[in-house]
């Protein structure tokens, strides 16, 4: 069963959107490493990204019957969601959280993630390298 890789809101303009905080790779440059870094580990992705809640909430479903493990970066809706920390709750595989940028040196309204009470590993401030961590991370813990 293949992990499923889940971005939130505005990654789609990762790259173009801030680089000072979120550095200049593409989610497409994100995507292509997560799936270099798949293959070598031997794990299958599916790798998707979406402005909208209720999309998010829908994928992290599927990921119940199709999916091993969930890596996601919530984005804004870490910080709001309880939607899609119910559709987490709901999902019996491991979870790891990632944030490009380091959450906990920011405003003070990202340093609580609704998502990091389900998650059973975060990742934050290590770069877009944080969700080629997680793939490796989540190698481990599907023992695949
Ligand atoms: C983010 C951090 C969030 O606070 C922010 O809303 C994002 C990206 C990160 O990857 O650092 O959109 O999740």
């Known amino acids: ?8 809101p505005n990654l789609n303009l990762l790259g173009l959107r801030q680089p000072e905080i979120y550095g200049r790779a593409t989610l497409e440059d994100v995507a292509e490493d997560c799936a ?9 992705i599916r790798f998707h990204q979406s402005n909208h809640e209720g999309q998010l909430v829908d994928w992290i479903q599927s990921a ?5 493990g969930i890596i996601i970066n919530p984005a ?3 910080h709001t969601s309880v939607a899609i920390i119910d559709a987490l709750n709901a999902f ?12 906990h040196k ?6 609580h993630s ?3 009470a389900r998650a059973d590993g975060v990742i934050a401030g290590c770069g877009t390298e944080g969700y080629l961590l997680a793939l490796r ?3 481990t813990m599907v023992g695949a």
Do not use: D
């Open 1 to 8: 069963k293949p992990i499923f890789i889940l971005n939130g």
């Open 36 to 44: 270099t870094l798949a293959e070598e580990l031997g794990l299958t």
């Open 64 to 68: 119940r019957s199709e999916g091993a």
């Open 76 to 78: 804004a809706y870490s």
């Open 92 to 103: 019996e595989g491991p979870v790891i959280e990632v944030h490009i940028s380091n959450i």
């Open 106 to 111: 920011r405003e003070a309204f990202r340093h």
């Open 114 to 116: 609704y998502v990091s």
């Open 137 to 139: 991370r989540m190698k």
